[in-house]
């Protein structure tokens, strides 16, 4: 998609009337396109070059990649730092801050710092415990909740001050995004959750992996009689979905991950394959043309772990982007989309 107002491909867009970002993702679901997000899992490493070749895989097929902030409580890049050099060249990110290891001053000035450099879109997110990564013996900070990240987060933007009270002379221009399950007990109360976060300031959510649909239709019925789904306030949401490897590597997920519920039927499925990696495939791509049908969903989450050149396959096959083609470095230049062409330049 590209924008009629968008001054250079890839450079931060007018913001509309309506609008709080000047970022491509809020521009795509406010237009009523199915969105797509993904994630790149950030290096351990220093390499700049590292991250661009990891986010070159989705280029053509997401409307924004995810930088993780520590996921799992295990350490890697930084997730401002990941994000600074994709939108160096163009990409749209989503930042993700989680309470666990900074205190509010850290995350206020993250904030700042993050929408200064071209990030337009934060997902808030209380993180992981330490004990579940690979720094046991870290000390958790926990300053903020997802809850009262996002209320910051929102106070910064539209009364322009910090959580002290003192004014911020810029303020970020930031799309506020949060994290949801609605696939575990109680499962009631879930929809009432995400209420008190769209109050709290989110504007988007990202869901944790949705393989069953049925849970996920009650879920969205639910969020639509609390009226989350309609006016200039309403939430846009994007399950999450990726690909298995196997019923063996699903069995784990259901007994290792905290949040992730997987039907036997999925298990089944699998172990009843020739080739179940490709099962997994034709999986998530079942899941995400149901998902696209269910009322209120705005776009997916794709997550694959360790299988990102998967994406690509899963977008093609489902036809989700309706022909259209996400901004990526070089898209509108003939020269760079021909690379065999004797004129063509590197990007």
Not at 44 to 53: F, I, Q, R, T
Not at 92 to 108: E, G, H, K, M, P
Not at 181 to 193: A, E, G, K, S, T
Not at 208 to 235: A, H, S, T
Request: hydrophobic residues 40%; glycine residues 8%.
């Amino acid at each position: 998609m590209k924008f009629d107002d968008e001054p250079v491909p890839g450079y931060s867009l007018p913001i509309l009337p309506g609008h709080v970002s000047p970022g491509r993702l809020e521009r795509v679901l406010r237009a009523g396109k199915f969105a797509i997000t993904s994630e790149i899992d950030p290096p351990d490493s220093a390499d700049p070059a590292e991250v661009l070749k990891r986010a070159a895989i989705f280029d053509g097929y997401v409307d924004a990649i995810n930088a993780t902030d520590g996921s799992g409580a295990n350490c890697h890049m930084s997730s401002v730092s990941v994000c600074s050099l994709l939108t160096r060249v163009g990409y749209a990110t989503i930042l993700q801050i989680s309470c666990r290891d900074r205190n509010r001053i850290a995350i206020q000035g993250e904030i700042l710092g993050g929408a200064a450099m071209g990030a337009c879109n934060l997902l808030c997110l209380t993180g992981d415990g330490v004990q579940a990564g690979d720094h046991p013996q870290a000390k958790p900070v926990f300053d903020l909740d997802s809850m009262s990240l996002l209320e910051i987060a929102r106070r910064m933007r539209d009364e322009q001050r910090f959580d002290s009270g003192r004014r911020i002379e810029m303020p970020p221009r930031i799309f506020l995004g949060a994290a949801e399950n609605p696939f575990v007990p109680p499962l009631d109360w879930r929809p009432h959750r995400l209420a008190k976060k769209v109050a709290a300031g989110a504007q988007f959510i990202q869901t944790q992996y949705c393989f069953d649909i049925e849970r996920l239709r009650e879920f969205m019925l639910k969020v639509n009689d609390l009226g989350l789904l309609e006016g200039p306030d309403r939430v846009f949401i994007l399950p999450g979905i990726g690909p298995l490897a196997s019923a063996r590597s699903a069995r784990w997920i259901r007994e290792n991950v905290p949040g992730v519920h997987i039907p036997d039927a999925v298990i089944s499925r699998l172990e009843g394959a020739e080739n179940q990696k490709e099962e997994g495939k034709r999986l998530c791509m079942d899941l995400l043309h149901e998902i696209r049908d269910i009322p209120g969903v705005s776009g997916a989450h794709i997550m694959a772990y360790r299988q990102e050149r998967s994406v690509a396959e899963i977008i093609e096959a489902t036809g989700v982007l309706d022909g259209r083609v996400p901004w990526y470095p070089g898209r509108d230049d003939p020269k760079a989309l021909n690379p065999e062409s004797p004129e063509a330049v590197p990007l």
